[in-house]
């Protein structure tokens, strides 16, 4: 499984950008699917995640009513719609895959996820 993350770039406060997670794997949608975020010097955190159907989806407190998070199983793709953009959003994004397919649940913890994209920087000016 490879995923390959983009979208990532420099932006005012108040902007908006795309996050893209497009994957190389069979059967794409009985992956439960995530971003997370990490900062220099600080742990990687969850941001958003996604059920494989599409139907249920995750926000941490701090990103919630600004970022959308969205799939396309068709093209094996993952989004991260993120809007409102403010500094403290500036960090590297990982996409990820959790590849449990007996379990419905979606962990919120890094340990959980089985694959992991690259990473892409969003810089958030002030």
């Known amino acids: 499984v490879q995923l390959q993350a983009s979208g990532g770039g420099l932006v005012q406060t108040g902007g908006s950008l795309r996050l893209s997670c497009a994957a190389s794997v069979d059967r794409f949608s009985r992956f439960k699917m995530a971003w997370f975020r990490q900062s220099p010097g600080k742990s990687r955190v969850f941001v958003a995640g996604?059920?494989?159907?599409?139907?249920?989806?995750y926000y941490a407190d701090s990103v919630k009513g600004r970022f959308t998070i969205s799939r396309d199983n068709a093209q094996s793709t993952t989004y991260l719609e993120m809007n409102s953009l403010k500094p403290e959003d500036t960090a590297a994004y990982f996409c990820?895959?959790?590849?449990?397919?007996?379990?419905?649940?979606?962990?919120?913890?890094?340990?959980?996820?089985?694959?992991w994209g690259q990473g892409t920087l969003v810089t958030v000016s002030s």
């Open positions: 990820a895959a959790d590849a449990n397919y007996f379990s419905d649940y979606l962990s919120r913890e890094v340990e959980a996820y089985d694959y």
């Open positions: 996604i059920r494989g159907n599409g139907g249920n989806t």
